[in-house]
Nanobody
Framework: VQLQASGGGLVQAGGSLRLSCAAS????????VGWFRQAPGKEREFVAA????????FYADSVRGRFTIARDNAKNTVYLQMNNLKPEDTAVYYC???????????????????WGQGTLVTVSS
């Protein structure tokens, strides 16, 4: 499956952005999808994930209550709605997909099989 992340940009603190992860090439509903981010000089970190068919969602503590992940399998797209953005949310955001993910592995990037190219989110103070 091929993934295309989009929707990043420059926003002021307190603002909102919606990222999209569009998939092609396979039946998307059978994949669990996660969002990860990587800031300069820092390691890649988990942001949010949604199980295939959208049965369950997972969030990092740092974004819970501000970010919402959702999927539209008819459009082969997963969204990450980001509200009340903070400067520390600045990073390149990547979407990733995997077929064999379970609850205990959803937060671990090395269990994902497919990755998009990343989209830059910059939050100014």
């Amino acid at each position: 499956v091929q993934l295309q992340a989009s929707g990043g940009g420059l926003v002021q603190a307190g603002g909102s952005l919606r990222l999209s992860c569009a998939a092609s090439g396979r039946t998307f509903s059978t994949f669990s999808v996660g969002w990860f981010r990587q800031a300069p000089g820092k390691e890649r970190e988990f942001v949010a994930a949604i199980k295939r068919y959208g049965a369950s969602t997972f969030y990092a503590d740092s974004v819970r209550g501000r970010f919402t992940i959702a999927r539209d399998n008819a459009k082969n797209t997963v969204y990450l709605q980001m509200n009340n953005l903070k400067p520390e949310d600045t990073a390149v955001y990547y979407c990733a997909a995997g077929e064999r993910l379970i609850s205990s592995t959803m937060r671990q990037w090395h269990f994902y099989d497919y990755w998009g190219q990343g989209t830059l989110v910059t939050v100014s103070s």
